[in-house]
C-alpha cells in the first residue's frame, strides 16, 4: 500500500516548532537550573512527558512494537535525550541560553559530516554547498556578537568547557538520529517512538543523577516557583512538541 503523503501545513507546523519553541527551550533550561541540578532536570523533564505520553498510547490503544524496535528506539532516545539534550543542559550551568543556542546551531554541519550516505548529493549542489557556508558564517558573527568572553559564572575556563560538551552533544544527538532512521522499523507511530526514547532517557539521566550525587541535595519544597515553571514548560513545549515534531519530521 502506498504510504500517505502528510499535508503541508501540518509539515510547516512541525518546523515552525522545531525552530521556534525548541530555541526557546534553552532559556527554559535557564529556569529550570535555578532550581534542580541538570541531570535531575533532565529526568523529571523526560519522565513527565513519557508518562503522559504513554497515558495517551492506552488511551488510543496504540500497539507496541517488538523488543528489537524497542531497543532500537531506547539507544536512539539515549543518545539524542541524554548525550544530546543532557549535555545542553550541563552545559547551561555555565553558559548562557543564547551562546547556548549558537553552538547548537553548528548541528546541521556535523549532519552533513556524519551521513555519509549522502555526500554525494550534499557536496554536488552548489545551492546546499552555499546555504550551508552562509551559515557557518552567520554562526562566526552571532557568537563574535555574543559576548563570548564574558562567562557568567566569571570563570572562562568552564565556559569553554560549556562550549565543548554542547558541541559533544551535537555529535551525540546526531548519531542518534541517524541511527533511528537508519533502524527504526516501519509501522511504529511517533507517539510509541517518541515514548520509548523518552522513557529511556529519563531512566538513564535518574541514574546519572543518583550517582552524581544530585538526589541528596535537593529539596522540592525550596524549589522556586521559577524553576518549575521552567521544567513544565520543557515537559509541554520541549518534549510533548517540538522533540516529538522533530522524531515526526
Known amino acids: 500500500m502506498a504510504e500517505q503523503k502528510a499535508p503541508q501545513w501540518l509539515v ?3 518546523f515552525m516548532a522545531v525552530y521556534i519553541v525548541w530555541g526557546t527551550t ?8 535555578r532550581g534542580f541540578p541538570p541531570f535531575m532536570l533532565s ?8 508518562l503522559l505520553l ?7 490503544k496504540e500497539k507496541w512494537p517488538g523488543w528489537q524496535a524497542v531497543r532500537s528506539c531506547s539507544i536512539s532516545g539515549l543518545f539524542m535525550l541524554v548525550g544530546g539534550s543532557g549535555m545542553v543542559a550541563w552545559a547551561e550551568q555555565y553558559v548562557t541560553s543564547g551562546q ?5 546551531a553548528a548541528e546541521p554541519f556535523v549532519f552533513l559530516l556524519a551521513d555519509r550516505k549522502r555526500w554525494k548529493e550534499y557536496f ?25 568572553a564574558s562567562a557568567p559564572t566569571g570563570n572562562i575556563t568552564t565556559q569553554w568547557m560549556g562550549y565543548g560538551a554542547i558541541l559533544i552533544g551535537t555529535v551525540f544527538w546526531v548519531s542518534g538520529a541517524l541511527h533511528a532512521e537508519g533502524r527504526m522499523e516501519k509501522g511504529i507511530s511517533n507517539i510509541v517512538s517518541s515514548c520509548i526514547q523518552l522513557f529511556a ?3 538513564c539521566s535518574s541514574l546519572l543523577s543518583g550517582v552524581s550525587g544530585e538526589w541528596g541535595k535537593i529539596r522540592f519544597n525550596e524549589v522556586p516557583a521559577e524553576a518549575w515553571a521552567g521544567l513544565f514548560y520543557l515537559v509541554i513545549f520541549g518534549s510533548l512538541i517540538a522533540y516529538m515534531a522533530f522524531t515526526w519530521l
Open 26 to 33: 534553552y532559556l527554559a533550561v535557564i529556569y529550570g537550573l
Open 201 to 203: 532517557g529519563g531512566i
Open 124 to 148: 554536488s549542489s552548489w545551492f546546499i554547498v552555499t546555504g550551508l557556508l552562509v551559515g557557518f558564517a552567520g554562526i562566526l558573527l552571532f557568537f563574535g556578537g555574543s559576548n563570548a
Open 43 to 50: 529526568a523529571l523533564r523526560y519522565l513527565m512527558a513519557a
Open 12 to 14: 510547516v507546523l512541525a
Open 54 to 60: 504513554l497515558g495517551w498510547c492506552f488511551i488510543k
Open 100 to 104: 547556548a543556542a549558537i553552538v547548537i
